[in-house]
């Protein structure tokens, strides 16, 4: 198959950062693209050949858009599965798989996944709806997770249960009560697959928390563990990708315990915010990877040049309308610091507006510089 | 001023590869671009808030587009010189200044500037047209280099002139002839330099020659020659820098003699394919960097994370027609490949169709994989 300068065409569903960042490895390639999302504002819609919107859950209109490509993939989970798995069955290539997605979309059929795959997860339990968990609520033991199944992202649809009444304002959906367990870490680790079967990890990455807040802060790599422990949580990944023989970027989420037990979180089949680094950092982007593996490339090398820290630019608290990034000017001016602003026009408390990448060949320097940026930069409204 | 996710608008006269890089930052930093050019086919038109198409030397089209936009560059000389200087007098910020390529667009002019400013470069006589020099042949010494001032590039408009009858060939037009100097080497250096006066060189690179071919096959980032020679080299790009005033980036090519005598051959005031490495290799891109300068902020980290060495990709000779890049696969195989496709439909002998960058942290193995991709990656036509 001939991929470049031809007559290929790529489609995305889901026009976000996330394709956004693919798509310009696309055009480094030059390889024709189609991407469908519902807003009319997406952060793609400049970078592609062809942009279509329309609602990524309804059947007619993804099953449509993916009669017109060679090959599809998604940047989001929330996408209607069956007509991806119509799509496939009628012979198209959909990467990552249906099949994986399926195992995926729903968090209780996920977990299910690895309890039975003996894959190490927390324990949890499955309800069916919120009445369902309440009427059991004396088997379960305080405090637990709340997840909600389907539909959550970035912390919506999680909640932690420290009494009875902290169910109260939850919706009535299908979720999971998952046992609550101290850890000292959050790992990641972005596992990358092509159909050929060639297979490649990123290095452990560790999320470091807000001591106060409790807010995910930093995404460090390589994360500052023992290496015994990144090789366990390096394996359990290898591990959890090929129980869901996935093609292209899988990334799985961790905790590492306060006894050095290595838990799997969650995993997301598509380029993830815990690999942002890797365009600054990396020998190969986790995107050119993404794109190498669902087109059947030989993968490039996930190895690192340098350290690299991730800050997620969020919406600041007070603040909805015309975005303005306050101080973007200052932080420029500081060693290996690169903004990526997403092209969002408006911001919203919380929201994801873009990431600033700190690049440097000593750790403990960009540590320090990612923490001046964090203090400095504030998005905010006009 | 706030460029940011804003209203703000960045010209660019020129919509080739140097574009279509260049705009890869600007979606970076979500600024909104306008693009100029002739063809409807140009690389940079899927990556542009706004397509324009026009000729880059006609007053009309060139000044309309420039009332448009808010800061005006260019990623090609050859542009209409009265337009901007118009619009730099109705108080656009043209970047680089009219001014500054007036005294580079015409090789008589850029030559005779080194001359007055003592900047060191090979003797040479300017002559109006062939007619003038013929008639003045008797006083030059063969060989010498005949170049037409104006409108050459990529190695058209420069001719090696052995014996009075290789001028036959050669058009009645604006021309130097200019002493041949033998040299080991030919360097360059990239100067970036922002309206505030902020001030950053690349490393030195070396353009890397075929033994017999004569043509530069690798650009080698960083050069290696002696630090000594690399300092001087440096210092006189510096000067060159200073003495242009430009603000954005300014790449000089230098000889290195075989006296170890730095003499400068010719600049350019855009992104150059001499800095195309830096994608991969460098803390911050040219692209970045060209960026940063026009837009008056702090100027990124020039220094390299890893070595870095840039093949071409030309046309094969006998190919015209379709392009297909043969063993591309193959290549993208190998640790710290990456190849950027220009996007260019159609191939033509010497066309320049893409560049491969090889990195590596040792600068041998780098050498030696690039010499590899050389000889199995073929641009060719189905």
């Known amino acids: ?15 976000g950062q996330l394709g956004k960042m693919l798509l310009f490895d696309t055009r480094k390639f030059d390889i024709q693209t189609y991407v469908l999302d519902p807003s009319d504002e997406a952060p793609s819609k400049i970078a592609c050949n062809k942009f279509f919107q329309g609602d990524l859950m309804d059947y007619e209109t993804v099953y449509n858009f ?28 959909v990467y990552p798989s249906p099949k994986t997605l399926k195992g995926i979309q729903n968090k209780g059929v ?42 959550g992202y970035d912390g919506n649809g999680v909640k932690v249960i420290r009494q009875v009444s902290d169910l109260d304002s939850l919706p009535n959906v299908e979720c999971i009560a998952e046992t609550m367990i101290p850890f000292k870490n959050e790992l990641a680790v972005i596992v990358c697959r092509n159909p050929s079967g060639e297979i490649k990890t990123y290095p452990v990455v560790e999320m470091e928390f807000h001591p ?69 950092a990396s020998y190969t982007s986790q995107f050119e990877n993404h794109l190498r593996a669902i087109l059947d490339l030989p993968l490039g090398n996930t190895d690192s040049k340098v350290a690299g820290i991730m800050v997620n630019l969020v919406g600041a608290e007070g603040f909805s309308g015309d975005v303005v990034y306050e101080n973007i000017e200052t932080i420029l001016g500081w060693n290996g610091v690169t903004p990526h602003i997403y092209g969002k026009k408006q ?34 409204s006009n």
């Open 347 to 380: 911001t919203r408390p919380f929201r994801k507006m873009g990431h600033v990448t700190i690049v440097n060949e000593d750790m403990a320097e960009a540590r320090r510089i990612a923490e001046e940026v964090k203090n400095t930069i504030r998005v905010i």
């Open 1 to 15: 198959m001939n991929y470049f300068s031809s007559d290929f065409k790529l489609g995305i569903l889901g026009g």
């Open 110 to 151: 996920q977990k299910q996944f690895y309890a039975e795959n003996n894959i190490p997860t927390a324990p949890f339990e499955r309800f069916e709806n919120l009445d369902n968990l309440k009427s059991k609520i004396n088997d379960l033991k305080l405090p637990f997770v709340w997840k909600c199944t389907e539909f």
């Open 212 to 280: 106060e807040a409790n807010q995910v802060e930093y995404v460090i790599c390589p994360a500052r563990i023992d290496e015994k422990v990144a090789e366990k949580a390096r394996a359990i990944a290898l591990n959890v990708s090929e129980k869901f023989n996935h093609v292209g970027l899988l990334a799985v989420e961790m905790f590492q315990t306060n006894d050095d037990e290595i838990l799997v979180n969650e995993v997301a089949p598509r380029p993830h915010n815990s690999g942002h680094y890797s365009i600054e």
């Open 66 to 93: 993916g009669k017109q490509v060679d090959v599809l993939t998604f940047e989001i989970e929330l996408v209607n599965l069956e007509a991806l798995t119509q799509l496939e069955n009628e012979g198209l290539k």
